[in-house]
């Protein structure tokens, strides 16, 4: 289950045509708690704290589709992701070289 910390930037004020820019905000953040895979906390500013809890990475994605299509939903920054069920995602290293061991430098190298 990836569960993931996000961070909501919510569209400037004088930025979203057409209706009132309170209520396209207010509406998004209405909608965003009423989905069943969003839990936001409460608004900073143009920021919006939310945790995203999905059983699948599938689900995971149409709900990153999802946020990310919203009216009013400038972007959203990922403070973390913690993978709860390590079969869901295969990880592999980015090269040979990530699987070799990490040694410091001793006092004096450059």
């Known amino acids: ?19 009132s820019p309170d209520v396209v ?3 998004v953040i209405e909608k965003i708690r009423e989905h069943p895979n969003f839990q936001a906390g409460p608004r900073q500013d143009q920021r919006l704290p939310v945790v995203l809890d999905t059983p699948d990475k599938d689900t995971d994605k149409q709900c990153w589709g999802w946020i990310n299509q919203l009216p009013g939903v400038h972007h959203v920054d990922v403070a973390f992701i913690h993978f709860e069920d390590s079969d869901a995602f295969e990880i592999t290293p980015c090269s040979t070289h990530a699987q070799q ?5 001793t006092i004096g190298e450059t």
């Open 1 to 19: 289950m990836p569960v993931s910390g996000l961070v909501v930037t919510l569209a400037p004020p004088g930025s979203i045509p057409g209706s």
């Open 25 to 27: 905000i207010a509406t």
């Open 101 to 105: 061991p990490i040694t410091a430098p």
